[in-house]
Nanobody, 126 residues
Framework: QVQLVESGGGLVQAGGSLRLSCAASGRSDSTYAMAWFRQAPGKERVFVASIRWSGGGTYYADSVSGRFAISRDTAKNTVFLQMNSLKPEDTAVYYC???????????????????WGQGTRVTVST
C-alpha cells in the first residue's frame, strides 16, 4: 500500500500561482505513474495532469495545458503541480494519484490509479 500526502493548496487571486506537492511512501519504488485530478464543488472529479515515472512523459487536460506543469522528483518519490495564471474555475480540491500498473496508453483515467491522497483545497478568488 502507498500513502500519499498532498500539500501546497490555499487561497490565491486570479492570475496568481500555486505549487502543489504530493509525497509517496510505502511501495513507492513500484511507481509507474502519478497524476493530479480535481473536483470542483458540485461536480465530478476530473483529470488534470499525469507523468510517467520512467522517462517523465507528461499529459494534460485541455483546460490546464499551457498554464499548469507537472513534474517529479524520483529520488524523493514526490510529484509536483505548478499552477500559473490561475482562474476562478480552477477552484477545486486537488487529489494526487499513484499507480504501479503499466499501460501503453496515456494515464488519465481514474481506474488506472490505485492509491489516492486526501486532497488539498485550492481556491482562486476574482
Amino acid at each position: 500500500q502507498v500513502q500519499l500526502v498532498e500539500s501546497g493548496g490555499g487561497l490565491v487571486q486570479a492570475g496568481g500561482s500555486l505549487r502543489l506537492s504530493c509525497a509517496a511512501s510505502g511501495r513507492s519504488d513500484s511507481t509507474y505513474a502519478m497524476a493530479w485530478f480535481r473536483q470542483a464543488p458540485g461536480k465530478e472529479r476530473v483529470f488534470v495532469a499525469s507523468i510517467r515515472w520512467s522517462g517523465g512523459g507528461t499529459y494534460y487536460a485541455d483546460s490546464v495545458s499551457g498554464r499548469f506543469a507537472i513534474s517529479r522528483d524520483t529520488a524523493k518519490n514526490t510529484v509536483f503541480l505548478q499552477m500559473n495564471s490561475l482562474k476562478p474555475e480552477d477552484t477545486a480540491v486537488y487529489y494526487c494519484a499513484w499507480t504501479s500498473k503499466w499501460y501503453l496508453s496515456t494515464y488519465y483515467r481514474e481506474y488506472q490509479f490505485e492509491s489516492w491522497g486526501q486532497g488539498t483545497r485550492v481556491t482562486v478568488s476574482t
